[in-house]
């Protein structure tokens, strides 16, 4: 899989470009924008690097007046757009993604993988993974390094040590369940993990009551198609569970949380279990106990997802929609305990402050699921699986990733509308009346998404053996 990146538009003259670029409803001008020491700062940090080119006269210095100001870093912001391509390897298709362009967020980027940092996180994987070479020095750790680094790139101006290991060590346990849910080495039972798993994440409510909720906004199957087949059917609430733990899964749970890596039983369940036990331990001793709540409801969130998405892979492809696919998708992916560690590390803690990166966290959601599936697909074709936003709007088996082509364009085409978006709720934000604290989360969050995009187009997990 290669890739390119190349600028997304030439430079306009501002006369040209705010012509023809209407400013969405959402933010339209001000007559007066109102003034705020930290945008004034803001501005002074981005419009000096940024100028547009105008015939034979060269620079044009931004203007002076307020509005007119105003009025040009929303067409500057609007252009700092850039594309990344990449082509798959069996097909003569190229994803040809629009990112927001590095420049767009002004960061000061360290090093996460300095050696106090990957002493810390080796130990907690090794606390946690009997498979993990305990043994190694934590500085020759690759595992560990690709965590960190990994983090790096999604995230590379989170302010503190301490939001930096969380974030790494959900990492770490995101992909180390998803593998274990996905084992060919045994019979997974996800129901009876996921219940297991959630009273290891003390959720206060039972799982039923949670995904009860969930189906409110999930209409899985047509009332026809019910009817014909109870096996694969969703009736109710009650209908997606497997039968209730047996005695031996359900024992107190906080007897993981003192077991060691190497005494765990070598099945899923039990080791599930005391992984989740050393995040939830990890994560109490990293984090302000106020953010605590919100990032474990988080986590809950993924958990009740991995229960949706097992009964949706056992549906038939008529059966399952798009709307029903990437609400799971948005559960599972995996996005949302991240972002609640965040949180914690911009100081936003306020809800009215949590509810106004609400739009921009909804964005960056799909943007990753679409990410997600258009480079992984080539894999999924390859070892069948059913998991994938592209395989849902085709609707029939596939073989090659060629027969996928118009169904390719038209997310990557989506993808690109999403990032659009995602530009302009910045923008807002950082003219908005928020916080220094929402906004330095809001330049964080806008970096994931060049950021993740590149993790995914090198990360083992999704490329072809």
């Known amino acids: 899989?290669?890739?390119?990146?190349?600028?997304?538009?030439?430079?306009?003259?501002?006369?040209?470009?705010?012509a023809t670029i209407a400013v969405p409803k959402p933010y339209s001008l001000p007559?007066?924008?109102?003034?705020?020491?930290?945008?004034?700062?803001?501005?002074?940090?981005?419009?000096?690097?940024?100028?547009?080119?105008?015939?034979?006269?060269?620079?044009?210095?931004?203007?002076?007046?307020?509005?007119k100001s105003y009025s040009e870093?929303?067409?500057?912001?609007?252009?700092?757009?850039?594309?990344?391509?990449?082509?798959?390897?069996?097909?003569?298709?190229?994803?040809?993604?629009?990112?927001?362009?590095?420049?767009?967020?002004?960061?000061?980027?360290?090093?996460?993988?300095?050696?106090?940092?990957l002493e810390k996180h080796h130990a907690?994987?090794?606390?946690?993974?009997?498979?993990?070479?305990?043994?190694?020095?934590?500085?020759?750790?690759?595992?560990?390094?690709?965590?960190?680094?990994?983090?790096?790139?999604?995230?590379?101006?989170?302010?503190?040590?301490?939001?930096?290991?969380?974030?790494?060590?959900?990492?770490?346990v995101l992909c180390k369940v998803d593998d274990l849910l996905e084992t060919d080495e045994e019979v997974v039972d996800v129901g009876e993990i996921v219940r297991a798993s959630l009273e290891v994440l003390k959720v206060k409510k039972s799982l039923e009551e949670a995904l009860?909720?969930?189906?409110?906004?999930?209409?899985?199957?047509?009332?026809?198609?019910?009817?014909?087949?109870?096996?694969?059917?969703i009736s109710g609430a009650s209908s997606i569970f497997s039968p209730p733990m047996s005695r031996s899964s359900s024992m107190d749970m906080s007897a993981y949380a003192e077991s060691e890596a190497?005494?765990?039983?070598?099945?899923?369940?039990?080791?599930?279990?005391?992984?989740?036990?050393?995040?939830?331990?990890?994560l109490e001793d990293l984090l302000p106990e106020t953010c605590l709540p919100r990032v474990f409801e988080a986590l809950r969130h993924v958990f009740e997802g991995f229960i949706l998405e097992n009964n949706f892979r056992n549906m038939k492809n008529e059966w399952r929609t798009v709307m029903e696919y990437t609400e799971i998708r948005a559960r599972t992916i995996g996005v949302a305990p991240f972002f609640a560690m965040l949180e914690a590390g911009y100081g936003v803690v306020e809800q009215s402050d949590v509810d106004k990166l609400a739009r921009l966290r909804g964005f960056l959601t799909t943007l990753v699921g679409f990410q997600n599936d258009l480079v992984g697909l080539e894999k999924d074709v390859e070892v069948k699986e059913g998991m994938n936003l592209l395989?849902?709007?085709?609707?029939?088996?596939?073989?090659t990733v060629a027969q996928l082509n118009e169904d390719v364009d038209g997310t990557v085409?989506?993808?690109?509308?999403?990032?659009?978006?995602?530009?302009?709720?910045?923008?807002?934000?950082?003219?908005?009346?928020?916080?220094e604290g929402v906004q330095n989360m809001a330049n964080c969050l806008v970096g994931f998404v060049k950021g993740h995009l590149i993790w995914a187009t090198t990360a083992k997990r999704y490329q072809v053996e």
């Open 73 to 117: 870093r929303r067409v500057l912001l609007f252009l700092k757009t850039e594309r990344k391509s990449v082509k798959y390897r069996s097909a003569d298709i190229t994803l040809d993604f629009l990112l927001p362009r590095a420049g767009v967020v002004n960061v000061a980027p360290r090093k996460y993988t300095a050696p106090h940092m």
């Open 124 to 172: 907690y994987v090794s606390a946690s993974d009997f498979t993990h070479d305990a043994a190694k020095p934590a500085t020759e750790c690759k595992s560990c390094k690709a965590h960190l680094g990994a983090i790096q790139l999604a995230f590379p101006a989170i302010p503190d040590d301490n939001t930096v290991l969380a974030c790494a060590a959900w990492l770490f």
């Open 31 to 67: 007559p007066t924008p109102p003034a705020s020491p930290s945008k004034d700062r803001h501005l002074r940090q981005v419009l000096p690097r940024l100028s547009f080119s105008h015939g034979a006269a060269g620079e044009i210095t931004p203007p002076t007046s307020p509005t």
């Open 1 to 18: 899989m290669t890739t390119t990146i190349t600028n997304d538009r030439p430079v306009l003259t501002p006369i040209n470009v705010l």
């Open 413 to 435: 085409h989506e993808h690109n509308g999403t990032v659009e978006r995602v530009v302009r709720e910045w923008e807002g934000l950082m003219n908005g009346d928020v916080t």
């Open 262 to 282: 190497s005494e765990v039983d070598g099945t899923v369940l039990p080791r599930v279990l005391h992984i989740l036990n050393q995040m939830k331990r990890h």
């Open 391 to 399: 395989f849902v709007r085709h609707r029939k088996n596939v073989d």
């Open 212 to 233: 009860a909720e969930a189906m409110q906004e999930l209409v899985f199957l047509a009332p026809r198609a019910r009817a014909e087949s109870n096996a694969s059917t």
